[in-house]
């Protein structure tokens, strides 16, 4: 360790390479994937989104951390990113509600962050490679090629979300929505929140009986991270909800389960699609939606279930983006609707879920 200069801190990939660059944040060592954004702003809301758990996040926007650090941005109690690498951090932030920077709020937290490497080309290695298994640290020998091929993403869900039922009621409340977290926004409450429905987020381990002992209106199955098909037994309790015809909403990793629950199939793509700028074609009207995306698996077209019709398509590689179901009320989008940050161009997903719970009380009226 003589020969590198005071302050370095180093990425190490699972391929061989490395990339040296300045510390900040916390002084830790740390593995995780490592995954790029292209969003260009909206920063807090990407560390602070619990579908990062488990990687190292780049950004490929070059200057992070102009405003600062602002708690009404957090997209969840806490940051979830295993590392955060930037070209250049802004060490002297400016704006109205700045309340510290980056480098104290990874402190604070234990996060290590990684700033002054080439990450374009960092980002040109995971484009052609795929996502890679890495580690952050200031001591590049104590880190051996076997540690970085394997680590894994395990479990992933069990550690993002809630521990016991949390409410979130609104006056004048019009439905009910149970909102079942495996790593949830909390833009996701908002919109419902705005649309005038109580909102009672529950843990991911909550069974369909005391689903039902609620008697919701709705169902929206957050995003979250991880490998869609591990989650087994999520996947056993959400076939027998859907027994029940409640409307179900599924967001990102919500979208995947529902489809897995119906008899689906997903797999991991190269590199994912995570930013702000990402086109998903609508096959029923035509138009094509700029949506904010964080995922790393996808649901298969050449495998959908018979009662799954193939609703949105990402414009760039022809993936899934959103299935509608003929034997229940359901729908899903591989997107995030709520955006935060990212466009808001498909917000309207929110009203479709509430027009969905109306029709069905209508019915049973």
């Not at 795929?130 to 894994?152: E, K, M």
């Not at 689903?211 to 209106?217: F, R, S, T, V």
């Amino acid at each position: 360790m003589d020969c590198f200069s005071a302050g370095s801190r180093f990425l190490l990939l699972e391929d061989g390479h490395i990339f040296e660059g300045k510390a900040f944040g916390a002084k830790a060592s740390m593995f995780g994937e490592v995954v790029f954004t292209t969003n260009m702003t909206g920063y807090l809301e990407t560390v602070t989104d619990p579908s990062y758990e488990g990687q190292i996040v780049v950004q490929t926007f070059p200057l992070i951390g102009n405003y600062g650090v602002n708690p009404a941005d957090y997209e969840s109690r806490k940051p979830f990113v295993q590392g955060y690498i930037v070209k250049e951090w802004c060490q002297s932030p400016s704006h109205f509600a700045c309340a510290g920077t980056l480098d104290a709020f990874f402190q604070r937290y234990g996060i290590p962050g990684l700033s002054g490497i080439d990450t374009r080309a960092l980002t040109k290695l995971i484009r052609s490679a795929g996502v890679l298994r890495g580690a952050l640290t200031d001591d590049p020998q104590s880190i051996t090629t076997a540690q970085l091929q394997g680590y894994q993403i395990g479990d992933a869900v069990s550690r993002v979300t809630v521990q016991a039922p949390e409410r979130h009621p609104v006056g004048d409340a019009k439905y009910k929505v149970l909102l079942w977290d495996f790593g949830v926004k909390d833009s996701s409450i908002r919109r419902l929140n705005e649309r005038g429905c109580d909102v009672t987020v529950i843990p991911s381990f909550w069974t369909a009986r005391q689903i039902a002992a609620e008697a919701p209106d709705g169902i929206l199955l957050s995003n979250g991270p991880g490998n869609p098909e591990e989650n087994t037994g999520i996947i056993a309790e959400l076939q027998r909800v859907i027994q029940t015809k409640l409307p179900v909403f599924g967001i990102c990793l919500g979208h995947q389960l529902l489809a897995l629950a119906n008899g689906g199939v997903t797999e991991k793509l190269k590199y994912g699609h995570r930013g702000g700028n990402h086109p998903v074609r609508d096959l029923v009207t035509g138009r094509t939606y700029i949506t904010s995306q964080n995922h790393g698996y996808a649901v298969r077209l050449d495998k959908l279930p018979p009662n799954a019709l193939s609703r949105c398509v990402n414009a760039n590689d022809g993936t899934c983006e959103g299935l509608d179901y003929t034997d229940f009320p359901g729908f899903s989008a591989q997107f995030h609707p709520e955006a935060c940050g990212g466009p808001k161009d498909t917000e309207f997903l929110f009203d479709r879920f509430v027009q969905t719970m109306e029709g069905r009380k209508a019915t049973c009226r």
